[in-house]
């Protein structure tokens, strides 16, 4: 009898805590920041210099990276770290950031300040953070 008690308040407490850490898992930002992390790491797996044919940043007026400017800009775009989720979006109106590949689709994103800019891909909104592309933007706005 005191093993099928203990058995059950054991039982109890796993099915207790494993219920807990699901309610945290996945009424947080922890969840969507894990998938959208992943998200990020393979969508900067597909950039690189040879198949992207434009970068273009559109403001008051447009502006397109060329050449070296180009490649520059997509070698420190893949080396952005992830920031956060954000799938209530952070800005309207920043500087929007065109990514042109050369199989014809298309990419944006947005400069939020801070060093942060907002992506939208596959349908996940989020941020990632890198200085040297805010540098470059600065420089050419």
Do not use: P
């Not at 969840?31 to 940043?57: A, G, R, T």
């Not at 180009?70 to 775009?77: A, H, M, P, R, Y």
């Not at 920031?83 to 952070?90: I, L, S």
Request: charge should be negative; hydrophobic fraction near 40%.
């Amino acid at each position: 009898m005191a093993k099928v008690k203990k058995f059950a308040i054991i039982f109890s407490s796993i099915i207790l805590l494993g219920f807990s850490l699901g309610q945290l898992l996945f009424s947080t930002d922890l969840y969507d920041n894990l998938i959208d992390n992943v998200v990020w790491s393979k969508e900067k797996k597909v950039l690189n210099e040879s198949n992207v044919s434009q970068i273009i940043f559109y403001s008051d007026k447009s502006i397109e990276l060329k050449n070296e400017e180009k490649d520059v800009f997509v070698n420190k775009l893949k080396r952005s770290k992830f920031y956060r989720n954000n799938e209530q979006g952070q800005v309207d109106g920043g500087v929007a950031i065109g990514v042109v590949f050369k199989d014809g689709s298309k990419e944006s994103f947005e400069y939020c300040g801070a060093s942060v800019f907002q992506m939208e891909y596959k349908g996940r909104v989020f941020s990632i953070k890198n200085e040297e592309l805010e540098q470059i933007l600065l420089e050419h706005d």
